[in-house]
């Protein structure tokens, strides 16, 4: 399996508070990606990364940030939290073979 | 816009028994197209990745086929067993490294 990790797995927030989601990974993979996985909506895309200082914009960007300073390391922020943004989300991994590989997912709950 | 479509949205087969499993796509200006799978509650195994130039790609008993002119994508797995049973999504890799996930197909193999 892909090294990769994601912190917290679980976690409970109350509406308007800021929220960091991070993604770690020890393969050295170039591209990044943040992924939010609904009921109804399946997987998309929420940001995406290059390299390192790299990084654009999915199909729902709105209300999350991201930032890469180290290739290892990808963080997903969403400033004020919102019910709606209550989800898995997903972080994933691909190198030159552009195979993407995830890890285990963080579950967020906004209350 | 890309969309993925997959069809049956479940399944359920006795085991032993050969199956097919369909995505389709409406662009197909893809990269490429990748089947994953999906155990309840837990992040996404990669199984294929077919590239936009080839026909099909072969892992064990599954075999992913790709026609690019028809916008379709099938999946096939043979021989089905319990331990098959999960989700099974595919996704179609655009321009910008921008991902479509199709909604998936949740199979129970029966034993």
């Known amino acids: 399996d892909a090294g990769i990790t994601q912190s917290p797995r679980h976690k409970v927030t109350e509406t308007g508070t800021p929220v960091t989601l991070r993604c770690h990974q020890t393969?050295?993979?170039?591209?990044m990606y943040w992924y939010r996985q609904d009921p109804g909506h399946g997987l998309r895309l929420i940001h995406y990364s290059y390299g390192v200082k790299d990084t654009d914009k999915g199909e729902v960007s709105d209300g999350y940030s991201v930032s890469r300073s180290k290739t290892e390391d990808f963080l997903l922020t969403l400033e004020s939290a919102t019910s709606s943004q209550t989800s898995v989300y997903f972080c994933a991994i691909s190198g030159p073979q552009e195979t993407q590989y995830f890890g285990p997912g963080t579950r967020l709950l906004v209350l | 816009k890309q969309e993925v479509t997959q069809i049956p949205a479940a399944l359920s087969v006795p085991e032993g028994e050969n199956l097919v499993l369909n995505c389709s796509f409406t662009?197909?200006?893809?990269?490429?197209l990748q089947w994953f799978r999906q155990d309840p509650g837990k992040g996404l195994t990669s199984l294929l990745l077919i590239q936009s130039s080839q026909r099909e790609q072969t892992s064990g008993r599954l075999n992913a086929s790709l026609d690019k002119s028809s916008g379709r994508s099938t999946l096939y797995i043979a021989a089905s067993q319990p331990g098959d049973s999960a989700t099974y999504l595919c996704?179609?890799?655009?321009?910008?490294?921008?991902?479509?996930f199709g909604a998936g197909t949740r199979l129970f193999v029966k034993a």
């Open positions: 393969e050295n993979h170039r591209y």
């Open positions: 996704a179609a890799r655009g321009g910008g490294f921008k991902t479509i």
């Open positions: 662009d197909s200006a893809i990269y490429n």
